[in-house]
T-cell receptor, first 113, second 113 residues
Framework: LAKTTQPISMDSYEGQEVNITCSHNNIATNDYITWYQQFPSQGPRFIIQGYKTKVTNEVASLFIPADRKSSTLSLPRVSLSDTAVYYCLVGDGVTGGGNKLTFGTGTQLKVEL | EAQVTQNPRYLITVTGKKLTVTCSQNMNHEYMSWYRQDPGLGLRQIYYSMNVEVTDKGDVPEGYKVSRKEKRNFPLILESPSPNQTSLYFC????????????FGEGSRLTVL
């Protein structure tokens, strides 16, 4: 299993770009990297997923270097509503005979005015 | 509406009194999973199921049981709850083909006295 390491917390201001890095040194060939967002007392919500290089959607970008041992979630122009916990998840999911999808402890992002 | 439904959302019980937390999804997902969330420990997987009658242990299975008799349902059973099982529980589901997107329920907050 690929264990992930993220910063415990980050602070930012509205309108800034936020980059959260996740370390996953033991990532396997079949593993994807997925990021989730969680608000208090709610279930996590999918943000973005990638395998290598760069992926962008309407809310975030995900940068993955060639060795795939880390990944960076980039949130452009954050607002107060982006205050949440962000989880990096690494695994091959439900293929290959099943997988313990392991979440790390997450990064608490606090956005201020 | 596609959703994962957990019941009960809140429960206070006493040590040793068997309880079941139900989880149902309406997306025809093969994969279902249970997590518990505790302060400072992030999300930890309890059990997961690849399909009907196929279940496997996650990272913290002790004290829990599950069953998967129907594709849509994946109940979590606490045969003899103890105070250390006081936690916030989340059920999640996904298509068998790994899209990276786990769909989570709203959570069940359990207190064992």
């Amino acid at each position: 299993l690929a264990k992930t390491t993220q910063p415990i917390s980050m602070d930012s201001y509205e309108g800034q770009e936020v980059n959260i890095t996740c370390s996953h040194n033991n990532i396997a060939t079949n593993d994807y990297i997925t990021w989730y967002q969680q608000f208090p007392s709610q279930g996590p919500r999918f943000i973005i997923q990638g395998y290598k290089t760069k992926v962008t959607n309407e809310v975030a970008s995900l940068f993955i270097p060639a060795d795939r041992k880390s990944s960076t979630l980039s949130l452009p122009r954050v607002s107060l509503s982006d205050t949440a916990v962000y989880y990096c998840l690494v695994g091959d999911g439900v293929t290959g005979g099943g997988n313990k999808l392991t979440f790390g402890t997450g990064t608490q992002l606090k956005v201020e005015l | 509406e596609a959703q994962v439904t957990q019941n009960p959302r809140y429960l206070i019980t006493v040590t040793g009194k068997k309880l079941t937390v139900t989880c149902s999804q309406n997306m025809n997902h093969e994969y279902m999973s249970w997590y518990r969330q505790d302060p400072g420990l992030g999300l930890r997987q309890i059990y997961y199921s690849m399909n009907v009658e196929v279940t496997d242990k996650g990272d913290v299975p002790e004290g829990y049981k599950v069953s998967r008799k129907e594709k849509r349902n994946f109940p979590l059973i606490l045969e003899s709850p103890s105070p250390n099982q006081t936690s916030l529980y989340f059920c999640a589901s996904s298509l068998l083909e790994y899209t990276g997107e786990l769909f989570f329920g709203e959570g069940s907050r359990l207190t064992v006295l």
